[in-house]
Every structure is written in structure tokens, then in C-alpha cells.
């Protein structure tokens, strides 16, 4: 079976930083781009991040670049996002996305889902 | 900026009916198009991609179509579990970029 769980959401003050977490598991994780993706309460989805399956290469929504950081650890079959510089407007809930098929670079669509992480920012 | 804009935002319909969801892209997308379900609660779930492809596991009612600029995802005799928040999705060549259109909710009359 396929998963992936992400973890590491929280309440947090604006300016204030979180490292999320998404482990997965059942595939070779390696061989997959991942991306993150966040929906706001009652919205709908806005893509984030997403990286190669070795790691050389990312891409970030404009809003996001340089507060965000998306990395991996394919020994330990894991994807990382460190958000800092909260703001309010970044308050979701963020999914990890495995990207459908193997590739060198990163899919064009998004074939497995985690169960999301809430990440609130409010003073 | 590609806009992926989706109608109705609302669609409501009985069990048994048939669905047709739109999506259509500010530029043409060739056939790049996927979309996906989404329960209250749940991850969103890939039904359909490169227009017309059904993902693995998809029931046969569920059918993509379209081309270019226009794209409809058509549920031929809905069934309880197909009421649910609808997104298409396209990425941009390069850079990649990926964008959601905002969602039709199909809702039981």
C-alpha cells in the first residue's frame, strides 16, 4: 500500500518558522518527483513546491520563494518543507503529492496524496 | 499566467443523474489537463489526466474529454459517492508551474 503522511503543522505567530514533514512508504520514493500543495479553510488548492526525485532541482509559487524550502532525504524516504516568514495568508492545510510517473524532472500531475497537516499562523 | 477557470461552481443534481463539469484555460494547454476529487476531509484523488485518461482504480463512468482550451468531465449516473468538490489542474511547461482551477461542488439535489 502507498502512503504518505505528512506532519510538523501547528498554531504559529506571524514571522515564525515550522519544518513540515510528509514520510512515505510502498514505492521507491527515489524514482518520484514530490510536491507540496496547500488548500486555505473553505479554498481550494495552490500548489507550493516541488522538487526532482534526486533532489537537483526545485520550484517554488512566487509567493512562497525564498520563505520556503522544500528538500529531501531519500535515504529515509522523506519530504521536507521549512516555511518561515508566516503570514496569515499562508494558514492551511499542506498536502504532500507524489507526481505521476517516474521522471528525471518533475510529472505534470499528481497521482498520490497525503492526508494534509494544518499549519495556522495567528498572533 | 495561465487561468484555469471551472463551471458551475455549483451543480445540483440527483443520484442516477448525469454530470457535466467544465474547465477552460485562459491559453491553450494542448490535452496537459488532470482532475481530481476531493471529499470534505480528504485528500484530493486523481481521476483523470491528459485530458482523457483514466487514473488506476477510476470507475468507467467517469470520462474526460476535451482539447486546447476546453476540457469537461462528464459522471454518467451518479452515484452517492461521486458528490464532491471537483478541481481540474494544469502545469506550465517551463518554468514548471502547476495551477488549480477553483472547484465545482457537486452537491445532491
Known amino acids: 500500500e502507498f502512503l504518505l503522511v505528512e506532519s510538523g503543522g501547528d498554531l504559529v505567530r506571524p514571522g515564525g518558522s515550522l519544518r513540515l514533514s510528509c514520510t512515505t512508504s510502498g514505492f521507491m520514493f527515489k524514482k518520484y518527483a514530490m510536491s507540496w500543495v496547500r488548500q486555505a479553510p473553505g479554498k481550494g488548492l495552490e500548489w507550493v513546491s516541488a522538487m526532482s526525485g534526486t533532489g537537483d532541482t526545485t520550484y517554488y509559487e512566487d509567493s512562497v520563494k525564498g520563505r520556503f524550502t522544500v528538500s529531501r532525504d531519500n535515504s529515509r524516504d522523506t519530504l521536507f518543507l521549512h516555511v518561515s516568514s508566516l503570514r496569515a495568508d499562508d494558514t492551511a492545510i499542506y498536502y504532500c503529492a507524489r507526481h505521476l510517473g517516474t521522471t528525471t524532472t518533475v510529472g505534470w500531475y499528481f497521482d498520490l496524496w497525503g492526508r494534509g497537516t494544518l499549519v495556522t499562523v495567528s498572533s | 499566467e495561465i487561468v484555469l477557470t471551472q463551471s458551475p461552481v455549483t451543480l445540483s443534481l440527483s443520484p442516477g443523474e448525469r454530470a457535466t463539469l467544465s474547465c477552460r484555460a485562459s491559453?491553450?494547454?494542448?490535452?496537459?489537463l488532470a482532475w481530481y476529487q476531493q471529499k470534505p476531509g480528504q485528500a484530493p484523488r486523481l481521476l483523470i489526466y491528459d485530458a482523457s485518461t483514466r487514473a488506476t482504480g477510476v470507475p468507467a463512468r467517469f470520462t474526460g474529454s476535451g482539447s486546447v482550451r476546453d476540457f469537461t468531465l462528464t459522471i454518467t449516473s451518479l452515484e452517492p459517492e461521486d458528490f464532491a468538490v471537483y478541481y481540474c489542474?494544469?502545469?506550465?511547461?517551463?518554468?514548471?508551474?502547476?495551477?488549480f482551477g477553483q472547484g465545482t461542488k457537486l452537491e445532491i439535489k
Open positions: 491559453q491553450s494547454i494542448s490535452t496537459y
Open positions: 489542474q494544469h502545469r506550465k511547461n517551463w518554468p514548471p508551474r502547476f495551477v
